[in-house]
């Protein structure tokens, strides 16, 4: 149940590339870095109230990176997981000195723990919208008046947390039968009540199963081992209907958990499962003895490692109620969204295509890019009258002027012509950059320099400059993460181009 990092997530905040060092950089190195970002972010050179507050975001900034870069401790966990690994609860209290392996480990140790004790509360909304479409009728020419439609779907609106120990969960259902439609809505209350365990209560109305009322408790026993149960009240026209269900799970290793359940109510059972989840495949086998269901079920995925996350599957279930083999695929059909299909065959079901679209919200995305924009045109404003002595200093040498600098997707071939290119102007921090007519970028995304942000997230982007040097025009291109030092003999542009 180690939960790898979301790889989706936008994470701009590169401690390196906002420092300009590099990753091999000394304490000295990040030292002088950091004294020159300070005495251009300081709070107390700006009187303007608006000034101030954004300098003292930038510094705050700043000041993070560097405290992050120089402890040694920090720095690995950061190197290996970025700056996500460091919210990891537990590090405190992890012996210094470890490995990048043993860092490995450990994170993985913390990352489970928190992920039980948590258990989904940080926010990450999602829409799922299931259809399922009965086409037993395709393939059966013989019953020609079979015109049952059945189709349902299961949405999952979101959670958010309201305090740091409180989180709220929406989620519903939706199905219909020969025109007839059904649904109800579903609100949890879940309370985090210590580092070992939490509580939800649970509400739900609709017209398919009438309104409910349940309780959940969840608590780990050991380190590997962690129990739920649950109780509730189901309230229809043919009276109360009340359920309980527990369950004990243990880590068999790294990627498996084992499972067992008891449940009482209307469908009593028992029943046992081993789940084995790694990076390219997902293994499930599971056994149920109750009433009145009865059944052997394994399943098995594959996830292929390309750029579309294309996944393929495969189940067989069999039991009293005959037997079911399913099979389908699923890829990504964009940034933001995913498209499956699942055909199921089975006796005597019959043959059924399911459908299933998941789209993600953008929402996170957008207001994150929003922020680093917002946060890099802060930083120019701030930079203003550094830059401008800059200048000076730099005219009054002959030495190294940025006249113009662009950051971004640029469109260069002619068959692309109908694409728009997507750049930011970089001039004033480039300039800003400059020391003793030099300019050194180091192997980093740009994007994380003071003064830059994204403007086209996801695709490859450059870095021009037009420069002067001892009055001569120089230009260069340069790839995102390239390192880059001006000037050179080699960007300096002909008379006669």
């Known amino acids: 149940m180690a939960a790898a990092l ?15 060092v590099r990753r091999e950089a000394t304490q000295e190195e990040l030292k002088a870095s950091y004294r020159r970002l300070c005495m251009l972010y300081h709070p107390d050179k700006h ?34 997981y970025g700056k996500r690994g460091l919210d990891v609860e537990g590090w405190e209290v992890v012996e210094r000195k470890r490995t990048p392996a043993e860092i490995r480990e450990e994170f ?30 395709l393939f059966d020419h013989y019953e020609e008046d079979y015109e049952e439609i059945t189709s349902g ?38 309370r985090v009540t210590s580092a070992k365990g939490w509580g939800e209560v649970e509400l739900g109305a609709g017209d398919t199963h009438g309104p409910l009322f349940g309780l959940k408790i969840f608590r780990n026993l050991t380190a590997r081992c962690f129990m739920t149960a649950q109780c509730g009240m189901q309230f229809s026209s043919r009276g109360v209907r009340p359920g309980l269900t527990t369950m004990l799970a243990r880590h068999l290793d790294k990627n498996t958990m084992g499972y067992l359940q008891w449940r009482w109510g209307t469908q009593s059972s028992m029943s046992t499962s081993v789940v084995r989840d790694t990076k390219s495949s997902h293994f499930t086998f599971a056994m149920q003895l109750g009433i009145p269901h009865t059944f052997i079920m394994m399943s098995y995925q594959y996830k292929f490692q390309d750029e579309d996350q294309t996944k393929i599957k495969g189940s067989v279930k069999t039991g009293f109620f005959g037997t079911v083999v399913e099979y389908g695929a699923e890829t990504k059909i964009s940034q933001h969204s995913v498209l499956g299909a699942t055909v199921s065959v089975g006796v005597p079901q019959g043959v059924s295509l399911k459908i299933k679209e998941l789209e993600k919200q953008r929402e996170s995305a957008s207001s994150d890019i929003a922020q680093k924009k917002q946060e890099a045109e802060s930083a120019v404003l701030l930079m203003q009258e550094s830059v401008r002595r800059i200048i000076e200093a730099e005219e009054s040498r002959m030495g190294l002027i940025i006249l113009n600098a662009w950051y971004g997707k640029f469109v260069t071939d002619n068959s692309r012509k109908h694409e728009r290119a997507r750049v930011i102007d970089v001039t004033v921090p480039l300039q800003c950059l400059v020391k003793d007519s030099k300019l050194i970028l180091t192997e980093a995304s740009k994007a994380g320099l ?22 001569v025009m120089h ?21 006669d181009t």
């Open 450 to 471: 003071p003064g830059f942000y994204d403007p086209c997230v996801g695709e490859e982007k450059s870095l021009k400059v037009l420069y002067q040097f001892r009055g």
């Open 153 to 190: 779907g299961f949405l999952h609106f979101g959670e958010a947390p309201l305090t740091t120990t409180d989180t709220a969960i929406l989620s519903g259902s939706l199905s219909t039968h020969n025109g007839n439609g059904g649904g109800n809505i579903n609100l949890a209350l879940r």
């Open 47 to 80: 009187r303007d109230p608006e000034l101030k507050r954004q300098a003292e975001q930038l510094f705050n900034l700043v000041h993070q990176a560097y405290e992050v870069l120089s402890d040694p401790q920090s720095r690995a966990i950061y190197d290996i």
């Open 6 to 20: 979301e790889e989706d997530e936008i994470d701009n905040d590169d401690y390196y590339s906002l420092l300009n």
């Open 475 to 495: 230009q260069v291109l340069s790839g995102d993460t390239e390192a880059l030092r001006i000037p050179k003999q080699s960007h300096r542009i002909d008379n």
């Open 108 to 137: 993985e140790r913390l990352q489970r723990e928190r992920e039980e004790r948590r258990l989904q509360q940080r926010t990450n909304p999602k829409g799922t919208i299931s259809v399922g479409v009965d086409a037993t009728d």
